[in-house]
């Protein structure tokens, strides 16, 4: 017999914090810089594959219907009382980056196979369908682009396109997926969704410096990406003089002053600027490099100031062809989005399972590019962050949140989640 459906519901936060350690556990290296347990899990690599392989298995555990579609997004599906409503969607990624910690995407797909779990165990029916999914290189450090499965999920980029990236080592995306097994058969554009809720780590210092747990998330900045090249001329280290040198490596390092330059002006709103690659040829210690090559990530709330920035950026690189005869630039964009505003009446929804669990809450902007914000174009979007310790580190082994940040978390996130999906 069928349970009355509860106001609010209460996850299993030790079963959580145990799937989020077993899952860290694939791709775990231990990292010398920290002394730390750290995660390595870039998409679709044959560490990632095995992360999805037992994901998959827990969703089919839990009693999900699992479908793979061409871009190796994964959905598991819990069936609602009617078939033809829209569902209610949940979910994040399990790809990382290469120096990572166990939560960053992990806790909101392993949060949802949890909240479906808690549903099971209650006898808990919904009038819409409940759906986890897990999006394809949300990071974008293997192929370049990140929000990558979400976005062509969406419709802002097409399967064409996602397809035919390349690694550095020029594997492409496409022959990764059917060498790994995850270019499935169903279609990548999804039907929209009745509404999609993410919940994630902060990833910054904002809910322990205000003493809270919870943070309903307003929105994602605006986020540019950037990769330059600089040509410029080899030459021996010694007996070249230096006005006769064309120093693609001093270029770079012009470009990068040039960015903390623009930051530090405060003439670009709240602008942030980082070179997070660089690397020069030939890589050697009395060679002139004659190329470098670079990655410019910029991230701006305002998408003026943004566009602002980014005309600064050029300005300076033609600058820089022009002061130095032999230096030429190029530059491709890898990834841009604009910033994207979240659903209010949803916040409300998750402000107030805050509430009813009694969690204090933040309103906040998220200063990182989540799979919600693609998701944002087909459906009422929102986000739940939860509290990271040691200021919010991120992208780094020392990532940690608490098991009972985790557990309340996921708890705003399934009784929201019961709430949209009781909705007519």
Same mark, same amino acid.
């Given at each position: 017999?069928?349970?009355?459906t509860?106001?609010?519901?209460?996850?299993?936060?030790d079963?959580l914090?145990?799937?989020?350690?077993?899952?860290?556990?694939?791709?775990?290296y231990?990292?010398?810089?920290?002394?730390?347990?750290g995660?390595?899990?870039?998409?679709?690599?044959d560490?990632?594959?095995?992360?999805r392989?037992?994901?998959?298995?827990?969703?089919?555990?839990?009693?999900?219907?699992?479908?793979?579609?061409?871009?190796?997004?994964?959905? =598991?599906?819990?069936?609602?009382?009617?078939?033809t409503?829209?569902?209610?969607?949940?979910?994040s990624?399990?790809?990382s980056?290469?120096?990572?910690?166990a939560?960053?995407?992990?806790?909101?797909?392993?949060? =949802?196979?949890?909240?479906?779990?808690?549903?099971?165990?209650?006898?808990?029916?919904?009038?819409?369908?409940?759906?986890?999914?897990?999006?394809?290189?949300?990071?974008g450090?293997?192929?370049?682009?990140?929000?990558?499965?979400?976005?062509?999920?969406?419709?802002?980029?097409?399967?064409?396109?996602?397809?035919?990236?390349?690694?550095?080592?020029?594997?492409?995306?496409?022959?990764?997926?059917?060498?790994?097994?995850?270019?499935?058969?169903?279609?990548?554009?999804?039907?929209?969704?009745?509404?999609?809720?993410?919940?994630?780590?902060?990833?910054?210092?904002?809910?322990?410096e205000?003493?809270?747990?919870?943070?309903v998330?307003?929105?994602?900045?605006g986020?540019?990406?950037?990769?330059?090249?600089?040509?410029?001329r080899?030459?021996?280290?010694?007996?070249?003089?230096?006005?006769?040198?064309?120093?693609? =490596?001093?270029a770079a390092?012009?470009?990068?002053?040039?960015?903390?330059?623009?930051?530090?002006?405060?003439e670009?709103?709240?602008?942030?600027?980082?070179?997070?690659?660089?690397?020069?040829?030939?890589?050697?210690?009395n060679?002139v490099?004659?190329?470098?090559e670079?990655?410019?990530?910029?991230?701006?709330?305002?998408?003026?100031?943004?566009?602002?920035?980014?005309?600064?950026?050029?300005?300076?690189?033609?600058?820089?062809?022009?002061?130095?005869?032999?230096l030429?630039?190029?530059v491709?964009?890898?990834?841009?989005?604009?910033?994207?505003?979240?659903?209010?009446?949803?916040?409300?929804?998750?402000?107030q399972?805050?509430?009813?669990?009694?969690?204090?809450?933040?309103?906040?902007?998220? #200063?990182?590019?989540?799979?919600?914000?693609?998701?944002?174009?087909?459906?009422?979007?929102?986000?739940?962050?939860?509290r990271?310790?040691?200021? #919010?580190?991120?992208?780094?082994?020392?990532?940690?949140?608490?098991?009972?940040?985790?557990?309340?978390?996921?708890?705003?996130?399934?009784?929201?989640?019961?709430r949209?999906?009781?909705?007519?």
């Amino acid at each position: 017999m069928t349970s009355p459906t509860p106001d609010k519901i209460t996850v299993n936060g030790d079963r959580l914090w145990q799937s989020l350690m077993d899952l860290a556990d694939i791709g775990a290296y231990d990292d010398e810089r920290t002394g730390l347990r750290g995660v390595n899990r870039l998409a679709l690599t044959d560490t990632d594959a095995t992360g999805r392989r037992q994901v998959i298995a827990w969703m089919e555990q839990a009693g999900l219907t699992v479908r793979i579609d061409r871009m190796g997004n994964i959905y =598991g599906r819990r069936e609602g009382t009617d078939p033809t409503a829209a569902p209610v969607l949940t979910g994040s990624h399990i790809d990382s980056v290469a120096t990572a910690g166990a939560f960053d995407g992990c806790l909101g797909v392993l949060g =949802g196979i949890e909240v479906v779990r808690t549903l099971n165990e209650h006898g808990i029916t919904t009038r819409r369908p409940v759906e986890v999914g897990i999006f394809t290189e949300e990071e974008g450090v293997r192929f370049g682009t990140d929000m990558l499965g979400s976005a062509v999920a969406a419709g802002r980029l097409t399967l064409e396109y996602a397809h035919a990236l390349t690694d550095r080592d020029g594997l492409t995306l496409g022959g990764e997926l059917a060498r790994t097994g995850f270019n499935g058969p169903a279609d990548v554009r999804l039907d929209s969704p009745h509404a999609y809720v993410e919940c994630h780590i902060e990833q910054g210092p904002v809910l322990a410096e205000n003493g809270v747990e919870i943070g309903v998330v307003t929105g994602v900045q605006g986020i540019s990406w950037q990769e330059i090249t600089i040509h410029g001329r080899a030459a021996h280290a010694g007996t070249t003089p230096t006005h006769m040198r064309v120093d693609a =490596g001093l270029a770079a390092a012009q470009i990068i002053v040039h960015l903390r330059a623009l930051v530090d002006s405060g003439e670009y709103g709240d602008l942030r600027a980082t070179v997070g690659h660089l690397i020069v040829h030939p890589d050697l210690t009395n060679i002139v490099p004659a190329r470098a090559e670079l990655t410019v990530d910029l991230r701006n709330p305002d998408d003026v100031q943004m566009a602002r920035a980014e005309e600064a950026l050029a300005a300076c690189l033609r600058d820089l062809e022009d002061s130095r005869p032999g230096l030429s630039l190029t530059v491709r964009r890898m990834a841009k989005t604009a910033y994207v505003p979240f659903d209010e009446g949803l916040q409300k929804v998750i402000a107030q399972a805050a509430d009813d669990h009694g969690l204090e809450h933040i309103s906040l902007l998220s #200063g990182a590019g989540h799979d919600a914000q693609e998701i944002a174009a087909l459906c009422p979007t929102a986000m739940i962050f939860v509290r990271g310790e040691y200021d #919010g580190i991120s992208h780094n082994p020392r990532e940690y949140s608490t098991p009972e940040a985790c557990a309340h978390g996921v708890d705003v996130l399934a009784t929201t989640l019961l709430r949209l999906a009781d909705q007519d």
